[in-house]
């Protein structure tokens, strides 16, 4: 069997546009086009095309949302895919998702969810026209329709169209150059080939395809709506099939102070007599620090994304919840627990009478897989040398279920 090497190609899905235009009272990218959202579509084709590492950058306090989205598109290459926060400007949001790409990637595709029916062939397009030597490359549309310079309500004159094109995604530029351009720009632009242009860079042209059209407005997405029956979800290629699944490490850590109400909770364990921590739910910094441990090795985010203060139904909860739902976040994206080792550091409480204890509690609550509890202090140094709370760092292996 070949194996797939790691990408060296990286795909930025901007997906964390407010939808304004479109008026559908929430997130584009969310809205769905018949059963899957417009994210989804978009997904799907960018997985059908050449194989890629892919960022998807969400709208703010939506990542969850994103996620469970990207997940169910990307099947068996979900070790290829990450989600990131947008920011305030199109430019800011590809900056993040610039940030998030691998060392090894040396082609960046920019490409907006928005233009969900984009085909696998203009991926592809663009992607040759870069191997070709091409900086920067941009697929285009002729423009069809009369064009007229217009001043108020006056037609001021014609506009001659046979030098003039539409503009699509993806985008592709060499990596080098976008990281430049992008580190060297002083104000804003509305698109990354303009940017990359500014910096000195010729810019190429491909053929785009009509049905990379970008859903802006409520007729774009009936449009959307009628076309998506006549262009069907890709078959995923083979090569996405090829490379076996390999086991991941991730690594998770968490604080909690001491002034909490009631009593210690730590370990997935009670500790009667002792000072509780604070926290939005019981503060247990060990179940907390598995909890971004395995997040983190399976590539689903992190504790904030799952479990933050906007999610008031973890108020007070303890490990068992926690980390039972977390087993499930893991094995619905296909995701098994291998083991996890997890060290405490704190004055108070003594683990040594309880690691036993810890472990079996914490171990139950991830389906039986083997969990390992240690213990130690800092010698006096530090928040958790004065006493004031305890810190918690967890090392976690995931393996394909």
Excluded: C
Aim: aromatic residues 4%; glycine residues 12%; hydrophobic residues 45%.
């Amino acid at each position: 069997m070949s194996i797939t090497p790691v990408p060296r190609i990286g795909v930025i899905v901007v997906a964390a546009g407010s939808g304004t235009r479109l008026g559908a009272g929430g997130p584009k990218a969310l809205v769905g086009i018949d059963d899957h959202t417009i994210l989804r579509h978009s997904l799907t084709r960018v997985l059908a095309g050449p194989p890629a590492q892919i960022v998807v950058v969400a709208p703010p306090g939506r990542e969850g949302d994103v996620l469970s989205d990207a997940l169910a598109a990307s099947g068996e290459r979900r070790d290829l895919l990450s989600i990131v926060t947008g920011g305030a400007t199109r430019q800011a949001s590809v900056a993040a998702g610039l940030a998030a790409l691998w060392a090894d990637i040396e082609v960046v595709l920019v490409h907006d969810a928005a233009r969900a029916l984009t085909p696998p062939e203009v991926f592809e397009r663009v992607v040759a026209a870069l191997d070709a030597g091409a900086a920067g490359v941009v697929p285009v549309l002729p423009v069809i329709d009369t064009l007229k310079r217009v001043a108020g309500d006056e037609i001021v004159a014609a506009v001659d169209r046979s030098e003039l094109s539409a503009a699509q995604t993806p985008q592709g530029f060499r990596r080098d150059v976008l990281d430049a351009a992008y580190a060297g720009a002083a104000t804003d632009f509305t698109d990354d080939a303009a940017l990359v242009a500014t910096a000195g860079h010729a810019v190429s042209a491909v053929p785009g395809h009509p049905l990379a059209f970008k859903i802006t407005t409520a007729a774009d997405l009936d449009r959307a709506r009628h076309l998506v029956g006549d262009a069907p979800i890709p078959a995923t290629p083979s090569h996405l099939e090829r490379r076996p699944p390999l086991p991941r490490v991730g690594v998770g850590t968490d604080v909690h102070g001491f002034g909490g109400e009631g009593v210690l909770w730590l370990a997935g364990l009670e500790w009667p007599g002792e000072p509780a921590l604070s926290g939005h739910s019981d503060g247990d910094a060990v179940a907390h620090a598995i909890v971004d441990a395995l997040l983190a090795a399976a590539g689903l985010g992190d504790i904030g994304t799952h479990f933050g203060t906007d999610h008031p139904e973890y108020a007070g909860a303890h490990a068992d919840v926690f980390l039972a739902h977390t087993l499930g976040i893991l094995g619905a994206a296909g995701w098994r627990v291998g083991n996890v080792s997890v060290q405490v550091q704190a004055n108070r409480p003594r683990f040594a009478a309880r690691r036993s204890e810890a472990e079996q509690a914490l171990s139950a609550a991830l389906g039986g897989a083997p969990v390992s509890v240690s213990a130690t202090t800092t010698d006096g140094l530090g928040f958790t040398g004065r006493g004031e709370g305890v810190a918690a760092f967890a090392v976690a292996l995931v393996e394909r279920a």
